[in-house]
């Protein structure tokens, strides 16, 4: 019995009741048999000896789970089962193994997350995540877990929940131990409440004949979209698939499909191909048919702005669009690399002026004089964000999200651009230019940039933000705050994880994911370059993710504090004692 704790005889046992031994293991006699189970409740860490057993049955006294004493199977769902530990009797003495038989840790912390994604309950899945991160799986291989439940639990296909989560998966190297965790549980739980009472997803057959060419399948495509048969595009998207089409020509043409009509779903369409086709890098070939698929149902009943009558009136912006998409497509394969002709000043300014006409013409005309295409998309989701850092708070509240579907869908289309020198994807620059034109009555009056009076002086603790939002209305005080920062010399690694920790900490809604997310990597792109122009376009990104989370917060903060409860109990804290 080397290692194994001794815990006293049977009949002091039978005579005195349940007994604590070292480890935090507790020794029940019951039904002339001993039991060794961890004693704390695996749901919130009661101690289980308090509580009550009776045929079989171990129920905590705080939240009433139970436990099958045998095997510590639990049989209530939100809870989890207990460890419990081999008993040997030698000679009346009850000898206890102090390590639990409950097998691979890991495996079961995986079944878990699984079952609290199927079951929807929050404080299952942070706990599998903890567990999971604390037993050294990779954070990717955890998200991974709840991407390809979400294609395959979500009968409406890719949604809220999976854009959140690949979002938060793409962050996590901004963010500190504590910051991941918050933000693969906000991804995963966000999943997990899209896809609950949905129903399974069943993907269709590919075409018998895989020998297509990818220009025809790529024009039966375009074809089942315009007239919405999302099946029928399916099945053809999955035939693309099997015959081995690559990513960048898959992404090709999904994306020219999306750009057919202007600005589908608000920008929300282009802004959840681009998350879809990113979170590839996360999972398996295996689960790539499921992911794409995901992004057929949308389109069923998508909206298409070229129909709506703010496109139209009172300036029609429709034909002189229409017009500049002829014009750029007879030049063929627009692929420019460089800048000639190009200001990017002189773009910015452009595509934040009051005549839509001729920032047509600038981009039509940048574009046809070989600029490259990224670099014209990169400067649009700049013009973008300037409208969020300009955006007036004496507008009604729910125009913060108008400018945040300009801003998402411009940092799509770049990223599309990056991924795929697909020209038809150019489409999507002029739709975001026409967006930002509308969104231009958001800036009247346009708030001020904050400026720095005094002389930069010693760098504020990043953590003073949060202080800052923990009161509504700080969006202008926030913003002042993020320029004393950067001005005095504040780096930006601690300054964007704690805006990770200003999101994350909050019962956030979907924007503001997207808004941190987006701004984050609009931001990278900038800091591969130098200069006024890419240092000024660098605080934009970071002053647009602030004033919208400052906006936004604070909240309730229930989410996160599920998270935390779920930390501390694996940290082995008595969350039922006063702090």
């Not at 000896?49 to 139970?66: F, K, P, V």
């Not at 024009?219 to 089942?224: A, G, L």
């Not at 398996?284 to 048919?289: H, I, L, Y």
């Not at 920062?485 to 690694?493: A, D, I, T």
């Amino acid at each position: 019995m080397n290692g194994w704790i001794q815990a006293g005889t049977v009949e002091e046992l039978r005579e005195q009741g349940p007994k604590l031994i070292k480890g935090g293991i507790v020794v029940f006699f019951h039904e002339d048999e001993v039991y060794a189970l961890d004693n704390r409740c695996p749901h919130l860490g009661f101690p289980l000896h308090m509580g009550s057993l009776c045929n079989g049955i171990l129920t905590c006294h705080w939240h009433h789970a139970r436990f099958d004493v045998c095997s510590g199977g639990t049989l209530d769902p939100w809870a989890d089962d207990v460890p419990v530990h081999e008993i040997a009797v030698h000679e009346g003495v009850i000898w206890v193994d102090p390590n639990s038989r409950n097998g691979n840790q890991v495996q079961l912390y995986k079944d878990r997350l699984l079952s609290g994604l199927e079951q929807n309950i929050g404080l299952v899945i942070a706990k599998a995540i903890v567990g999971l991160m604390e037993s050294g799986v990779p954070e990717s291989e955890i998200a991974a877990i709840g991407i390809e439940f979400g294609v395959k639990q979500r009968r409406q296909g890719w949604g809220s929940g999976l854009t959140i989560l690949t979002a938060m998966a793409n962050v996590l190297p901004k963010l500190d131990k504590q910051g991941r965790i918050l933000a693969l549980f906000q991804g995963l739980l966000h999943t997990a409440r899209d896809s609950a009472g949905s129903g399974t997803r069943f993907l269709l057959d590919p075409l018998p004949n895989t020998s297509v060419s990818e220009a025809r399948l790529t024009e039966w495509y375009r074809d089942c979209i315009e007239v919405r048969d999302t099946r029928g595009a399916e099945r053809v998207l999955l035939t693309a698939v099997q015959a081995g089409t690559d990513e960048m020509q898959l992404f090709a043409m999904m994306s020219m499909a999306a750009t057919d009509h202007f600005y589908i779903n608000g920008g929300h369409t282009l802004d959840f191909h681009n998350k879809a086709f990113e979170s590839l890098k996360y999972v398996g070939d295996e689960q790539r048919s499921y992911i794409l698929a995901s992004l057929l149902p949308m389109f069923g009943d998508a909206s298409r702005s070229e129909e709506l009558h703010s496109w139209q009136s009172p300036v029609n912006l429709v034909q002189p669009l229409m017009e500049a998409f002829e014009e750029v497509s007879k030049q063929g394969n627009v692929t420019g690399s460089g800048n000639p002709g190009i200001d990017d000043e002189e773009l910015l300014q452009a595509l934040l002026g009051d005549d839509p006409l001729r920032t047509v013409r600038v981009l039509k005309e940048a574009l046809l004089g070989g600029a490259s295409p990224v670099r014209i998309s990169q400067i649009a989701a700049l013009a973008a964000a300037e409208r969020v850092v300009r955006f007036h708070t004496q507008n009604d509240f729910g125009d913060w999200i108008s400018v945040l579907h300009t801003f998402t869908h411009a940092h799509a289309v770049h990223e599309g651009l990056i991924r795929s020198t697909n020209p038809w994807l150019i489409r999507g620059i002029f739709h975001t230019a026409a967006a930002i034109y509308l969104d231009r009555f958001l800036n009247i009056p346009a708030a001020p940039r904050p400026v720095v009076i005094e002389e930069a002086g010693e760098v504020p603790q990043p953590t003073e933000l949060l202080d800052i939002l923990d009161k509504q209305q700080q969006v202008a005080p926030a913003a002042a705050w993020v320029i004393r920062y950067l001005r005095s010399g504040g780096k930006p690694e601690p300054l964007f994880n704690v805006l990770g920790h200003a999101l994350l900490r909050e019962d956030a809604e979907f924007h503001s994911f997207q808004m941190y997310e987006a701004a984050v990597a609009e931001y990278d792109r900038w800091a591969t370059e130098s200069g006024p122009f890419a240092e000024k376009a660098r605080e934009t990104m970071i002053l647009a993710a602030t004033r919208y989370l400052a906006a936004h917060a604070p909240t309730s903060r229930e989410r996160p504090h599920t998270a935390k409860i779920a930390w501390r109990l694996h940290r082995g804290e008595k969350l039922f004692e006063e702090e």
